[in-house]
């Protein structure tokens, strides 16, 4: 008999949930297709308001960093999320050692 190999999926409902601000208002956090700049910026702003008067927006905002979500979560859109992701992978290759069984040997 073949193994089954379950997979959970990936987003699953978190308790900090219920207690989000947000609620009922996903037009300010996630954009219509083909937004433009300047309506990216008013609607970010409006989610930002949102977001700074929630109690739980770290929870949000280290939610959507863990699983890379997409659109505005936690005070953060994805372009602040992605920088934070670069800096952090910067900072910690320059801390990290390097060991002889990590560097390829070319014949």
Not at 9 to 19: C, L, P, V
Not at 24 to 42: I, L, S, V, Y
Not at 73 to 87: F, S
């Amino acid at each position: 008999m073949a193994d089954v190999l379950y997979i959970s999926h990936r987003w699953t409902q978190q308790d900090w949930m219920s207690q989000v601000a947000c609620t009922g208002q996903t037009q300010h956090f996630f954009p219509p297709h083909g937004e433009q700049a300047d309506a990216r910026e008013k609607r970010e702003a409006v989610a930002n308001a949102i977001c700074q008067a929630c109690e739980v927006r770290i929870d949000c905002r280290d939610y959507a960093r863990e699983n890379r979500e997409q659109g505005f979560w936690g005070g953060e859109n994805d372009d602040q999320r992605m920088d934070i992701r670069r800096k952090t992978r910067a900072r910690t290759m320059l801390t990290s050692p390097v060991r002889m069984d990590d560097i390829a040997l070319e014949a």
